[in-house]
């Protein structure tokens, strides 16, 4: 985190911006007043990079984790505006929870608790000793199963409801495939893909 001061909120994120070499769009800040004398003010504007996103995040998991006694150990990379956090612990089940119930509130809380904190929203993916990985495989899998039926059947194809990541996996592991589309439909937790048969 870097800290620069100006008369105005603006005039400290030019000179972050410049600093930086940034514009001031892409530039993840909060604004702080400090009294400089008795009738004066200066505004303090402090600037986080992607890094410090990242160690709040690995904070906050480890003190969920800690609470419950649990040991674990975190490794994070950013890429493609995705922060990805992997989690290894000595109750990996525990932390994933029944059809990965646990481990998607636990993602949950993450993003909520960083884009309180930043006042803005970031792309969290958490997953637990490689379960997320292994979950595509197996989506894929699925939906190019349930895509070749749709080809032969001409019938529509509707999987449950499930999150953001895992619907991206479905609409792209039937990208390419002929006389097929998929859409998403519905709100919040109940959102679902379907597989259609186009001529």
């Known amino acids: 985190m870097k800290s620069y001061s100006g008369k105005t909120v ?78 290894d612990s000595t109750h990996n089940p525990i932390l994933i929870g029944k059809n990965g119930s646990t481990l998607k509130a636990l993602n949950e809380l993450t993003k909520l608790a960083v884009s309180n904190h930043f006042r803005r929203r970031f792309r969290i993916l958490l997953d637990i000793n490689g379960y997320k990985d292994s979950k595509y495989i197996r989506l894929a899998r699925l939906a190019k199963k349930a895509a070749r039926e749709v080809q032969t059947t001409k019938t529509t194809y509707t999987f449950d409801p499930m999150p953001a990541d895992e619907r991206r996996v479905i609409h792209n592991a039937c990208s390419g495939l002929a006389h097929v589309k998929t859409e998403s439909s519905g709100e919040g937790p109940h959102r679902q893909v379907q597989i259609f048969y186009v001529d």
């Open 10 to 87: 603006e005039e400290a994120l030019e000179a972050a911006s410049l600093d930086l070499g940034v514009s001031t769009d892409e530039l993840i800040y909060s604004v702080q007043e400090k009294k400089k004398g008795l009738f004066t003010k200066k505004l303090v504007v402090d600037v986080y990079e992607i890094d410090d996103i990242i160690k709040f995040a690995e904070d906050y998991i480890l003190s969920i984790t800690d609470s419950l006694e649990i040991e674990s150990t975190l490794h994070s990379i950013y890429e493609d505006g995705l922060i990805r956090i992997t989690l």
